[in-house]
T-cell receptor, first 113, second 115 residues
Framework: QQQVKQSPQSLIVQKGGISIINCAYENTAFDYFPWYQQFPGKGPALLIAIRPDVSEKKEGRFTISFNKSAKQFSLHIMDSQPGDSATYFC????????????FGQGTTLQVKP | DVKVTQSSRYLVKRTGEKVFLECVQDMDHENMFWYRQDPGLGLRLIYFSYDVKMKEKGDIPEGYSVSREKKERFSLILESASTNQTSMYLCASFSSDPSSYNEQFFGPGTRLTVL
């Protein structure tokens, strides 16, 4: 009930391609779904987030697609660049106002030039 | 900018040693978290604190304890380090203010190796 399942574990994409990372959850009480980006040697940082009352959110080349009925959401990176190479974590926000997040397993993205 | 700092970037300890990992945040956040990050397992919550002297167990608290004597500082303690505690440890903070953006701010991490 508290898990967020993320796939794939690793992804290799050519420069200019589309990177897609998928996540699924079970607890319908989750009310906020952020994606975090982590570069080597750094802590994760918030990339983009969505609430379950919308089906899509776009910020630049990054888009979250959200399917509430299927309890799934995904991150799409359009025109992927070598600078996007990082580890990406999806997460679900526990509605307790303490900021507690449930993280997915992470996806290591490599964008080849 | 919110800043979360961790006392060490790299730490090497011996089995059985008591280990202290320190985390400090400068934004007066009520909530602080300790995670460990392992390949293929993502970020797993060890402990979190929603106020000074308050703490709650996360998903994997065994072998760890925490201390929060001041609002800005949250310490993770390994009472007797073991090799299976070799990992990357990440600290994060979060504001309970509903008007603030819903974001956990992370420190750079401490890579702990237990020999």
């Amino acid at each position: 009930q508290q898990q967020v399942k993320q796939s794939p574990q690793s992804l290799i994409v050519q420069k200019g391609g589309i990177s897609i990372i998928n996540c699924a959850y079970e607890n319908t009480a989750f009310d906020y779904f952020p994606w975090y980006q982590q570069f080597p040697g750094k802590g994760p940082a918030l990339l983009i987030a969505i609430r379950p009352d919308v089906s899509e959110k776009k910020e630049g080349r990054f888009t979250i697609s959200f399917n509430k009925s299927a309890k799934q959401f995904s991150l799409h990176i359009m025109d992927s660049q070598p600078g996007d190479s990082a580890t990406y974590f999806c997460a679900a926000f526990h509605p307790s106002n303490t900021g507690k997040l449930i993280f997915g397993q992470g996806t290591t993205l490599q964008v080849k030039p | 900018d919110v800043k979360v700092t961790q006392s060490s970037r790299y730490l090497v300890k011996r089995t059985g040693e008591k280990v202290f990992l320190e985390c400090v945040q400068d934004m007066d956040h009520e909530n602080m978290f300790w995670y460990r990050q392992d390949p293929g397992l993502g970020l797993r919550l060890i402990y979190f604190s929603y106020d000074v002297k308050m703490k709650e167990k996360g998903d994997i608290p065994e072998g760890y304890s925490v201390s929060r004597e001041k609002k800005e500082r949250f310490s993770l303690i390994l009472e007797s380090a073991s090799t299976n505690q070799t990992s990357m440890y990440l600290c994060a903070s979060f504001s309970s203010d509903p008007s603030s953006y819903n974001e956990q701010f992370f420190g750079p991490g401490t890579r702990l190796t237990v020999l």
